[in-house]
T-cell receptor, first 113, second 114 residues
Framework: KQEVTQIPAALSVPEGENLVLNCSFTDSAIYNLQWFRQDPGKGLTSLLLIQSSQREQTSGRLNASLDKSSGRSTLYIAASQPGDSATYLCAAPFSGGYQKVTFGTGTKLQVIP | DVKVTQSSRYLVKRTGEKVFLECVQDMDHENMFWYRQDPGLGLRLIYFSYDVKMKEKGDIPEGYSVSREKKERFSLILESASTNQTSMYLC?????????????FGPGTRLTVL
């Protein structure tokens, strides 16, 4: 079964800093990897989806990379803002499937003004 | 924009009650999912459906059942609620059963079983 790990569990940075969130997964035969944002008490919002044939995806100040061989993905946030404060989760499909996914437990980010 | 709605934001039930959680999506998505989210355990998949009347078990199906009679609606049923089912329940949908697509989530239902 796919296992997804996110370290650290929490991160606090000053506003304006560039930062990297890490995600590792055990089964490198994945179809895709997704990054989500979750605000307190709310559902998840999709940020980026990287297909297995891609190495990275960009959306505004966010850039996600995927290295299947090492079982790692990173989410880079440029010029962080207080509004970026949230929990960030990555998710990868179950081994042998592609619609059912395993989520990491998330990294809780706080951007201090 | 895709919209996924859930019938309740907060729900309080008593042990042994039958509980229905409903989820509706408005974008003709084929796949629908039910997850629960608990501190320290993250999101765990309960059930998944890729078509009307079709369902697949996820990681933790015990104590739950699901129903998908219409494409846009996916219901989670707790036949006899127990205190260990107190959790945040999240519904999601994605476009095609035959490809890898982004999942779109509803706002969640926080269920408390007393």
């Amino acid at each position: 079964k796919q296992e997804v790990t996110q370290i650290p569990a929490a991160l606090s940075v000053p506003e304006g800093e560039n930062l990297v969130l890490n995600c590792s997964f055990t089964d490198s035969a994945i179809y895709n990897l997704q990054w989500f944002r979750q605000d307190p008490g709310k559902g998840l919002t999709s940020l980026l989806l990287i297909q297995s044939s891609q190495r990275e995806q960009t959306s505004g100040r966010l850039n996600a990379s995927l290295d299947k061989s090492s079982g790692r993905s990173t989410l880079y946030i440029a010029a962080s803002q207080p509004g970026d404060s949230a929990t960030y989760l990555c998710a990868a499909p179950f081994s042998g499937g592609y619609q059912k996914v395993t989520f990491g437990t998330g990294t809780k980010l706080q951007v201090i003004p | 924009d895709v919209k996924v709605t859930q019938s309740s934001r907060y729900l309080v039930k008593r042990t042994g009650e039958k509980v229905f959680l409903e989820c509706v999506q408005d974008m003709d998505h084929e796949n629908m999912f039910w997850y629960r989210q608990d501190p320290g355990l993250g999101l765990r998949l309960i059930y998944f459906s890729y078509d009307v009347k079709m369902k697949e078990k996820g990681d933790i199906p015990e104590g739950y059942s699901v129903s998908r009679e219409k494409k846009e609606r996916f219901s989670l049923i707790l036949e006899s609620a127990s205190t260990n089912q107190t959790s945040m329940y999240l519904c999601a949908s994605s476009l095609l059963a035959s490809s890898t697509d982004t999942q779109y989530f509803g706002p969640g239902t926080r269920l408390t079983v007393l």
